[in-house]
């Protein structure tokens, strides 16, 4: 018997077989908690109380998604970075 296209055994050939809970990549609802140091700490409850904080320290909290940078220049913490001061 000679296997046409349509045969179970060429398309099992040409699409090998995934396991359902393997080759996810990447699981956005599986955050991983983040961990910060204590001058992180500092960072975000300097930015919290708007004490004036340096250029490195700001573009450090912007970066990571954790503050946000208005025109004018004021600064203030996202919701990740409220949460974040928050747990800690």
């Not at 599986?30 to 992180?40: F, G, L, N, P, V």
């Amino acid at each position: 018997m000679v296997a046409s296209a349509n045969d179970w055994r060429v398309r099992k050939a040409r699409t090998p077989y995934r396991h359902p809970h393997r080759y996810r990549g990447h699981i956005p609802y599986r955050k991983t908690a983040m961990t910060i140091t204590s001058d992180q700490r500092r960072i975000l409850r300097d930015i919290d109380t708007t004490t004036p904080i340096t250029e490195s320290e700001t573009g450090w909290a912007v970066n990571a998604g954790y503050a946000v940078l208005a025109e004018d220049g004021d600064i203030d913490l996202t919701s990740e970075g409220r949460a974040l001061l928050d747990a800690s």
